[in-house]
């Protein structure tokens, strides 16, 4: 996956001039057939729910809002950074203009900084919504959602370097290729390491945190619901502790699905950063092997495993055709049992912050 170097086994353009290795055909061409799977299965994976969640866009809750994003992001993931990658495959070399090159270049990392950075900003509401439930209610009546646009901005605003650092060069006479131009011998070393940094450290980083918050504030408000059901026990109230019992499994159903999002995302992208990081801090690191090649291929997987996650946590993925074809009939349920998620989120919030 060419995001950040010069071409897929990261060596120098004075390496290829001298060498001029051909490809490994074998190789290449288990590259087009996995690029082709994970390409395919993401834009039909995403293409649906996209029209799942567009045919309720007026009873969107905020949580599908951000899934929405997110699976925006997923798309031109799919089509700017999965396609662009498995033509490139097929053809060895990159035919196009030179505004063509910039601008593929661009839109790969934008779809890389895209679906972190949604994920990024559906943790930290998922965080408001649970431990401070006032500030979630004060912005749901905000006619622009600002996590998102901060989220989209951020995107295309950090991936303006690969405008100035990618271009298309003559590698031979007559041979054009989109070729990485670093200031030698440590620009291609920071650039990798910086972007590695802003894409995948950081913003793991600021999920886990917020996700052991989660976490440990629905644990304490169960103990404290559980012992408020036993307190009022003799009482005549099965109304009411029927009620706490289903709040709580609605807010912990909504923490795993964020906690399941985010890990899929750690672990696709953990093997393409860390192939990265090592093709340019070693020179002797491996980098024409099918493995090293294939690990940094299955990082769009993460792609395709975002609407999956969506779909078997709102309990439409073994039905997705009736979904498809009876929404009209399946979007009230999923309204009432997600603004039950949301409220009862509130609301137990509200009772924990009371507490302290």
Known sequence: MTFFSPNISNVSLETELVENLPRDERLARVEITILSIIFFSGAILNFGLLFVLWTRRKQLSRMRVFVFHLC?????????????????DITDRFFGPDILCRLVKYLQVVGMFASTYMIVVMTIDRYQAICNPMVTFQRRRARWNVPVCVAWSVSLIGSLPQVFIFSRVQIVPGVYD???????????????TWTTLVIFVFPILTVIVCQVRICRAVQINFHMKTHQVSTFLAKPLPSRASSVAGVSKARIKTVKMTLVIVLTYIICWTPFFT?????????????????????????????????CIYLLFSGKLPKIRMALVCVSQSDKNDSIQEDATVVSSRYSSKSLSNSR
């Open 178 to 192: 989109c070729w990485a131009d670093f200031i030698k011998p440590w620009g291609q070393k920071a650039y990798v």
């Open 275 to 307: 192939a990265q990081l090592w093709s340019v801090w070693d020179v002797q690191a491996p980098t024409q092997t099918a493995t090293f090649t294939i690990l940094m291929l299955l990082a769009s997987l993460n792609s395709c495993a975002n609407p």
């Open 72 to 88: 925006l992001a997923d798309l031109v993931v799919t089509f700017f950074q999965v396609c662009p990658q498995l033509m490139w």
